[in-house]
């Protein structure tokens, strides 16, 4: 089992930079995929982008470019930076894992965008 924290989440205008982080704790050996989905309100959970074990980055069409998604060399912690963030960004955000074909799951920070 792997837990998942994240934090960084805020209220930010329009156009503004937010940096979120999730950390692992747990079985992380067993993680191959780190990623974030994002979740508005009356909306379905949207997958965000992600970084395997290797380092690949995969985004969203909607954030690519915007969007940045790293980690730390002990693969325990990554980050999403959030820039020229539109309101259209706003929601949850939750951290996820992948792994031995189990999920793990955050429990989301909010990120709010006012125009």
């Known amino acids: 089992q792997v837990q998942l924290v994240e934090s960084g989440g805020g209220l930010v205008q329009a156009g503004g930079s937010l940096r979120l982080s999730c950390v692992a704790s747990g079985s992380t050996i067993s993680v191959n995929r780190m990623g974030w989905y994002r979740q508005a309100p009356g909306n379905q959970r949207e997958w965000v982008a992600a970084i395997t074990r290797d380092g690949v980055t995969t985004y969203a069409g909607s954030v690519q470019g915007r969007f940045a998604i790293s980690r730390d060399n002990a693969k325990t912690t990554v980050y999403l930076q959030l820039n020229s963030l539109k309101p259209e960004d706003t929601g949850t955000y939750y951290c996820?894992?992948?792994?031995?074909?189990?999920?793990?799951w955050g429990q989301g920070t909010q990120v709010t965008v006012s125009s």
């Open positions: 996820y894992t992948t792994g031995l074909g189990i999920n793990n």
